[in-house]
């Protein structure tokens, strides 16, 4: 016969099981929220080839907080229109995500690989660039690689964006977390930025 601790365990034991199967099926999935809702502009796996940056590989925290930036406004992401889609932009896209969601795509985006885009790039100022990458590689670690840096991934990156990025940073109209790295993107003419650009790019 069964004690009533027995039972009361078995009980509490089927509840538990039960609310963990909910937990699993209420959870986000990651892989199907990005194809669902990412894919179109930042392709398969968030390597790109639109007009858009690619976000695979980016580390979950980076992944995090800059999605939080497009929601409160910090950050204000260029309108964009895929075919046979409205135009929208990221600060839409984002605002419309909940916690979970930014958690498990944030997670899904982590373990996917980034592959470098391939460019045209000019040899003069890669070489230029390489010099001027020195005073960034104290926080944007293997030749701006490294996702562990919590900064991005510079290296590879669809040209243009690294361009209109590294201007919104100096015209405030992106804001940095970083007052460091605007003191140093300050110095920087329009020269200097495409010089650092085609570095970024050029393969390493
Ligand atoms: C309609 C096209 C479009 C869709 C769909 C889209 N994005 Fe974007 N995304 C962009 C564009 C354009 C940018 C560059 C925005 C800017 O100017 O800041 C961007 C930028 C980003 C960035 C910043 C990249 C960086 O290097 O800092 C992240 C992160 C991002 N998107 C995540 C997502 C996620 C996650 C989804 C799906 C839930 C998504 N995007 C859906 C177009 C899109
Ligand atoms: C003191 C640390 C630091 C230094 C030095 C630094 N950065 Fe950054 N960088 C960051 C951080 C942190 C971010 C993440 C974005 C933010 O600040 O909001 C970032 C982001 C960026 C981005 C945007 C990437 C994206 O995907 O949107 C670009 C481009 C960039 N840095 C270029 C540079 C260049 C070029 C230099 C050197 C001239 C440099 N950084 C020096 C810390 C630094």
Redesign the pocket.
């Known amino acids: 016969m069964m004690t009533r601790k027995t039972a009361l365990s078995l009980l509490m034991g089927a509840s538990f099981l039960m609310s963990g199967t909910a937990t699993t099926v209420m959870a986000a999935d990651g892989a199907a929220l990005a194809k669902d809702k990412c894919e179109s502009c930042h392709g398969e796996n968030g390597n790109s080839e639109k007009k858009v ?1 690619s976000i695979a590989g980016f580390s979950a925290p ?1 992944f995090i907080q800059t999605m939080e930036d497009y929601t409160d406004g910090e950050r204000t992401g260029e309108k964009f229109k895929t075919e046979g889609e409205d135009e929208t932009d990221m600060n839409a896209i984002a605002k419309a995500l909940s916690a979970d969601d930014l958690k498990a795509l944030g997670d899904y985006f982590a373990a996917q690989t980034f592959v470098p885009r391939i460019q045209e790039v000019d040899a003069a100022l890669v070489k230029k660039g390489k010099r ?2 020195r ?2 590689k ?3 670690t293997d030749e701006g690689a490294n996702p562990e840096d ?3 991934i ?1 290296s590879g ?1 669809f040209m243009p964006y ?1 361009e209109t ?2 201007k919104q940073f100096v015209s405030k109209d992106r804001k ?3 007052r ?2 605007l003191k ?2 300050k110095k ?1 003419d329009d020269e200097d930025i495409s010089a ?1 650009v085609n570095y970024l790019a050029s393969p390493k």
């Open positions: 940056p980076y001027i990458f005073k960034c104290k926080c944007h919590d900064a991005s510079l990156q690294l990025q590294i940095s977390h970083s460091k790295m140093k993107l920087l650092v």
